[in-house]
């Protein structure tokens, strides 16, 4: 067993960090005020390798490992979990999905582009009245020989007035129920494919949010993922290696407040002395800074099963489950350790608070991620 980074992945963890404090830090407060896509920022994240990490490098990616990818998330969800989303859909649902299950057409026509952030994807599975319960897809995909005709509503889709690639996931056979779901390429500019207006949210605000619109889009037969009916497995394959990037998210946006927390307490003074000479702070840090490092050895768990081609269904539901409850309650104590300047956005903490939430409900709840753990340790 070795707990220890390489010196690859310290010098790969040093440029993220350094890439957050440079280039994501300066406008983070203003992008949230405003919730102002950063779109800037896509294109020198692109540069800097970000947004094809694990991709093949025959099709631009990085061939890098997830621990990397781990690494990467982290840090720049420390200082903006709006970029960060952006990078872990891009990488672990859009180019993951494309990569293991797309054909050499598809590779070559959508993923190489998808890796260099010349493009940008969104994983379109949740509806309005389909979340949790995934496999009751209303969106329909008719088959008519040659192509598919598309038509339903797609709820919540991160990247969703900015991408240009979307993986659809719709109902083909509804007799057949969740084996009858197919995936989909669907490309932005095709015919009856419409963007909803953009959700005003309580954190990741600088993320894009918008529901999709299908209607009578015609799908081409060569854009469906996999074999006929193979879209719900597609759907939670992906969602397992998802799950690990959100994990890692939770991670880094827990030791982002962490950090603040601590130099803040060792700055302000209280009672004549700095607060964190109070034991009830210094408490505060202590739970902290041990259930940061119990999160980080579940998502480092969780990404090495991953590289290591075993089983990681289990450990990723642990890592986003514990994750984004530490990712919580961190952040909520992080803001009582600053006091009233907790609560000024200048802080940075209230924003990290908001934005932890999100790492409870979005690729699976908690509660969903609670049914995923109970029913593999009991059918074990
Ligand atoms: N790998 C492969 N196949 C899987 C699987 C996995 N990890 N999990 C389930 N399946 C298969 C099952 O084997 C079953 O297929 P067969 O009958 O052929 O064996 C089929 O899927 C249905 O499985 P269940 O009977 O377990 O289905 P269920 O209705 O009980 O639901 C669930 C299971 C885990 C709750 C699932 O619906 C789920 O994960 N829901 C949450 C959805 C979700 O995470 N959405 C995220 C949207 S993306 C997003 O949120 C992105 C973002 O914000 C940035
Ligand atoms: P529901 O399924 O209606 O759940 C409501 C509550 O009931 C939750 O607390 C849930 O845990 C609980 N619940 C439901 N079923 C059970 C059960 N069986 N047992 C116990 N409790 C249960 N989706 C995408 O497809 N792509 C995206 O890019 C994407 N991005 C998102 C970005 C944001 C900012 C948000 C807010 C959501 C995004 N989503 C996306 C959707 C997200 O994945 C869903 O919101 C989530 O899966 C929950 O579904 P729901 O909102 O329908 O809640």
Known sequence: MNFSLSEEHEMIRDAAREFAQSELLPGVIERDEKQQFPKELIKKMGEMGFLGMMAPTEFGGGGMDTISYVLVMEELSKIDASASVIVSVNNSLVNYGLAEYGSQEQKEKYLSKLTTGEKLGAFCLSEPEAGSDATSQRTTAIDKGDHYILNGTKNWITNGGSADYYLVIAQTDKEKKHRGINAFIVEKDWEGFEIGPKEQK??????????????????????????????FKFAMKTLSGGRIGIAAQALGIASGAYELALDYSKQRKAFGTEICNHQAIAFKLADMYTEIEAARHLVMKAAWLKDQKQNYDLASSMAKLYASKVAMDTTIEAVQVHGGNGFVKEYHVERLMRDAKITQIYEGTSEIQKIVISRSIIDN
């Open 202 to 231: 309580l954190g990741i605000r600088g993320s894009d949010t918008h529901s999709l619109i299908f209607n009578d889009v015609k799908v081409p037969k060569e854009n469906r993922i996999g074999e006929d009916g193979f879209g």
